[in-house]
């Protein structure tokens, strides 16, 4: 009988220890949550690390320790510390979706962590991931369209340059073997990007960036035309998207200001 009360004290204390785990990583959370919106990212670090590790399964805290790391990343600089925040982030983002493989906010954020580091294939990769967890997730259509033109682009910049074309100079592309070699290589990458932008749009018709873009991906890919018939009506494409563009953003000014913005909060007690 003593045994069974023995085991049953220490098991009463396993439970008791790991309710009060619970409500000291909540407490971390909360303030981490606090330092977060302050945006003092560094020192809710420390906060969510606690909460993480009086709980290591608490996904939101987690969620949360990998934002704040993301946050302190600088795109575009190459520095111990700013490589360690991105690799942080992403071990962390990585560390939700073995809790939860369907989280889209961990899937979207290693998508966007990749772009802005301009892994491009990468970060096509995870917005795939991420359209297959959001088939209607339109900003993974239109950063899908994104990676289509970055990856184009210098290309496209570079060959005009070697054949003596400047910015302002019409096409297309008077160098048949040239041309022929960007269609058969970015050719159908250019095709993907438009139906991308296209899906986005079908999402979200007032999606004036994803309008942008669609101009500079059908007026680039004008260079590539077999005639200049060809060319001028793949501009006329163009330059009517970028009219929708701008009156786009002229209706969407002119309804905020009618109706003024809105406010998001998250819940920090979500697990």
């Known amino acids: 009988m003593r ?5 049953l004290a220490v098991a ?22 606090q330092q977060f919106t302050a945006a003092q990212y560094g020192k809710a670090v420390e906060h969510f690390k606690a909460a993480v590790e009086f709980e290591p399964g608490f996904s939101a805290a ?21 490589n ?28 966007s962590l990749n772009l802005n580091q301009k892994k491009w294939d990468e970060a ?8 297959a967890v959001e088939p209607q997730n339109a900003d993974a259509y239109y950063s899908m369209g994104f990676i289509a033109w970055s990856k184009w682009y210098p290309v496209y910049g570079n060959a005009r340059a070697a054949l003596g074309m400047k910015q302002e100079d019409p096409g297309p592309i008077k160098d048949k073997k040239v041309k022929e070699e960007l269609t058969l ?19 979200n018709p007032e999606y004036d ?33 970028i009219q929708k563009a701008l009156a786009t953003k002229k209706t969407k000014a002119e309804r905020k200001n009618k109706t003024g913005g809105g406010t998001i909060v998250l819940d920090p007690n979500a697990k």
């Open 62 to 82: 987690r969620l949360y320790l990998a934002t704040a790391y993301m946050q302190q990343y600088i795109p575009g600089t190459d520095s111990p510390e700013n």
């Open 12 to 33: 009463a204390l396993a439970v008791l220890g790991t309710s009060c785990n619970k409500l000291k990583a909540r407490d971390q959370l909360n303030k981490g949550v």
């Open 84 to 111: 360690m925040m991105a690799v942080a982030a992403f071990d962390n983002f990585k560390k939700v979706l073995d809790q939860e493989p369907k989280n889209s906010v961990a899937i979207a954020s290693i998508a």
């Open 209 to 241: 960036d994803a309008m942008a873009y669609l101009n500079l991906l059908i007026r680039e890919r004008a260079d590539l035309s077999d005639s200049k018939v060809e060319y001028d009506r793949q501009l006329t494409i163009a330059d009517d998207w």
């Open 124 to 131: 096509q990769q995870w917005y795939d991931k991420l359209i």
């Open 185 to 203: 290589k970015y050719g159908p990458v250019i095709q993907a990007g438009v139906q991308a932008l296209e899906k986005a749009l079908q999402i």
């Open 3 to 7: 045994k069974v009360m023995l085991v």
